[in-house]
């Protein structure tokens, strides 16, 4: 609505400093005074700052120069350098902060080394800096790090050089620990009592006017939108000038609001959603399907509201899910059926050499295949209804030297993964159809996932768990199982309802001896690092080892839960025995 984008680098989104304790171990997100002061700009965060920016503005106003209006700020608090010099230890970023600097890095003391430092700057010790935040201070961690190893120079005033990030002692050393703490911070109850005050300032009915000068957060005149017709500017080299100064000064956003913000509301009820409630998951009595077959897959279709269960060598198509297709034929066909009259919709001969391990669907129109002869296969999917279903080649993906016994998708970061028998785990691009990255080898993976909000990477590896960050870069690994024959079977996300915040990362993990664990993602005490704590333990069977609908359950009904579903308000699990049961957070309530 106020014209930022991610794609122009001088009207790019703009975030802001909510915390201002940046030197304790551990940090209190219940003491208002670890944040800054929402309802003033950051170059009014200390009184006497506060002073000196009002006395310029003074002095320019009495000047009384009509061409170049009072201002309090000689600087913005977004620009396109303020951008790229925040993220210039990544690309393309880099290259754009050496085309506006002409070539050469910056002075090393004048660099984003710090974020302690850069709050200090911004908020109380340099009169040229009122700097905000961008949004990557909230979910990219890796813009804080200096994986590329540039040569970024030395500090004079230290003699330190200029690397990876210098972060509060409160981050434990690890970005990923400073952005989590940090989008906490920002969802923390303060920040959403005071963020409308803030929003004034960047947005709203204190951007201009009066109230603008009242709250000292008045920036060149030329920053404003519509200060300038460019072209009723005679002179080209004046025009020229203009334009430049906008694009390098910085530009204040659209003024969206005329009157105060109104403040968030209370929620009336806290929502019970599985990252706050997972604790009172409850197994309802009946057993939704019974099949006797092993489930492979749920899927719930909210156009149908029903929930799809696929059996091993199975995939129902999407996204209205009126066919399947099946593997695992004599002829190493692939072969699609109408859901309704499972009659023939497709038969496909050749897709590989021998016959096919796994199949997965990276969106309604890619699928991917998984054959015996090591390679994978994207195929083109042209359906509508009533008709048969079109199979076209797409591409061949070859980097695998055993079958891939393990496909995961995510359709947000358009990322396959796969992992073969001999436990290599590669990662592939699906807009480009093309190698990524191999991810790690060791034995074999049983199951896996892609986290569709933060990109984290579940892999499920015998009896312990391990999760890596899209880049590879391992956050944990951890034995999940208590019992010596046991080992995990399946895995999942909780993912919420889109890109809410979410109180815990939950992950579920399914297990041969019928159990299901739910665990949170925490930060480790003490010295930081991630672990995994355990939630909640969901079993499929009665305590007395019989299975809960009373059916066939294996030894002792304690079947490898195969399958699981997370939702926003229940989970879904399936098993070997082909039992499929629901875990609702409200039903305990209700009792």
């Given at each position: 609505m106020a014209g930022r984008t991610f794609n122009d680098l001088t009207q790019y989104p703009v975030f802001p400093w909510?915390?201002?304790?940046?030197?304790?171990?551990?940090?209190?997100?219940?003491?208002?005074?670890?944040?800054?002061?929402?309802?003033?700009?950051?170059?009014?965060?200390?009184?006497?700052?506060a002073a000196d920016f009002t006395e310029r503005y003074k002095t320019f106003a009495d000047m009384g120069d009509q061409n170049t209006p009072a201002f309090h700020y000689g600087t913005h608090y977004s620009?396109?350098?303020?951008?790229?010099?925040?993220?210039?230890?990544?690309?393309?970023?880099?290259?754009?902060?050496?085309?506006?600097?002409?070539?050469?890095?910056?002075?090393?003391?004048?660099?984003?080394?710090?974020?302690?430092?850069?709050?200090?700057?911004?908020?109380?010790?340099?009169?040229?800096?009122?700097?905000?935040?961008?949004?990557?201070?909230?979910?990219?961690?890796?813009?804080?790090?200096?994986?590329?190893?540039?040569?970024?120079?030395?500090?004079?005033?230290?003699?330190?050089?200029?690397?990876?990030?210098?972060?509060?002692?409160?981050?434990k050393g690890d970005p990923k620990i400073f952005v989590a703490k940090n989008r906490e911070a920002l969802e923390s109850p303060f920040v959403s009592k005071h963020l409308h005050q803030w929003i004034d300032l960047i947005f709203g009915c204190k951007q201009r006017g009066e109230a603008a000068i009242e709250s000292v957060n008045v920036f060149h005149h030329l920053s404003y939108h519509?200060?300038?017709?460019?072209?009723?500017?005679?002179?080209?080299?004046?025009?020229?000038?203009?334009?430049?100064?906008?694009?390098?000064?910085?530009?204040?956003?659209?003024?969206?609001?005329?009157?105060?913000?109104?403040?968030?509301?209370?929620?009336?009820?806290?929502?019970?959603?599985?990252?706050?409630?997972?604790?009172?998951?409850?197994?309802?009595?009946?057993?939704?399907?019974?099949?006797?077959?092993?489930?492979?897959?749920?899927?719930?279709?909210?156009?149908?509201?029903?929930?799809?269960?696929?059996?091993?060598?199975?995939?129902?198509?999407?996204?209205?899910?009126?066919?399947?297709?099946?593997?695992?034929?004599?002829?190493?066909?692939?072969?699609?059926?109408f859901t309704e009259s499972r009659k023939p919709a497709g038969l496909f001969e050749n897709l590989h050499q021998g016959q096919?391990?796994?199949?997965?669907?990276?969106?309604?129109?890619?699928?991917?295949?998984?054959?015996?002869?090591?390679?994978?296969?994207?195929?083109?999917?042209?359906?509508?209804?009533?008709?048969?279903?079109?199979?076209?080649?797409?591409?061949?993906?070859?980097?695998?030297?055993?079958?891939?016994?393990?496909?995961?998708v995510s359709k947000s970061f358009s990322t396959l993964l796969s992992a073969s028998a001999d436990g290599i785990v590669l990662l592939w691009d699906l807009n480009r159809l093309e190698f990524v990255r191999k991810l790690t080898n060791g034995r074999p993976v049983e199951s896996a996932a892609i986290n569709d909000v933060t990109g984290d990477i579940l892999l499920c590896r015998g009896q312990k768990v391990a999760l890596f960050t899209l880049n590879g870069e391992l956050i944990l690994e951890q034995n999940v199982c208590q019992d010596q024959d046991d080992y995990v079977a399946s895995c999942a996300w909780y993912e919420g309802t889109g890109n809410e915040w979410l109180e815990s990362t939950l992950l579920f993990t399914g297990q041969r001896r019928g159990v299901v664990n739910c665990w949170k993602k925490v930060v480790g005490k003490g010295k930081g690092g991630w672990g995994l704590e355990l939630v909640k333990r969901m079993v499929h069977f009665d305590e007395d080892g019989t299975a809960v609908s009373g059916g066939n359950g294996g030894s002792n009904g304690e079947a490898a839960v195969s399958c699981v579903r997370a939702m926003a308000q229940c989970v879904y699990t399936g098993d070997e025995d082909g039992r499929v049961y629901e875990w609702d957070i409200i039903a305990r309530e209700q009792r």
């Open positions: 909510v915390l201002a304790d940046y030197t304790s171990e551990e940090l209190d997100l219940e003491n208002p005074a670890s944040f800054r002061d929402l309802s003033k700009p950051m170059g009014a965060q200390h009184n006497s700052r620009s396109a350098m303020i951008v790229t010099s925040y993220l210039i230890r990544l690309e393309p970023f880099v290259k754009s902060f050496l085309l506006l600097q002409g070539g050469n890095f910056d002075h090393a003391d004048r660099m984003f080394y710090s974020v302690q430092k850069a709050w200090q700057s911004a908020s109380k010790d340099n009169m040229t800096d009122v700097r905000e935040l961008i949004p990557e201070f909230f979910y990219l961690p890796e813009f804080l790090k200096n994986t590329n190893n540039y040569n970024f120079g030395t500090r004079q005033s230290d003699g330190g050089s200029v690397d990876t990030v210098q972060l509060p002692p409160w981050a519509g200060a300038t017709n460019l072209d009723s500017i005679p002179d080209e080299e004046d025009r020229k000038r203009t334009i430049s100064i906008i694009h390098n000064f910085g530009q204040t956003p659209y003024q969206i609001f005329s009157r105060p913000h109104q403040a968030r509301e209370e929620p009336r009820s806290r929502i019970k959603r599985l990252d706050n409630a997972a604790l009172s998951l409850t197994r309802l009595p009946f057993a939704l399907l019974e099949s006797h077959e092993r489930v492979a897959s749920l899927i719930y279709a909210p156009k149908l509201d029903r929930l799809l269960c696929a059996t091993a060598f199975r995939l129902n198509l999407p996204p209205t899910y009126d066919k399947y297709l099946e593997w695992g034929f004599a002829d190493n066909s692939v072969r699609f059926f096919i391990s796994g199949g997965i669907f990276a969106s309604s129109q890619l699928l991917i295949t998984a054959g015996e002869d090591c390679v994978l296969s994207a195929h083109t999917i042209v359906t509508s209804p009533s008709k048969p279903v079109e199979l076209q080649p797409r591409s061949s993906l070859f980097g695998h030297k055993t079958p891939v016994i393990t496909l995961a």
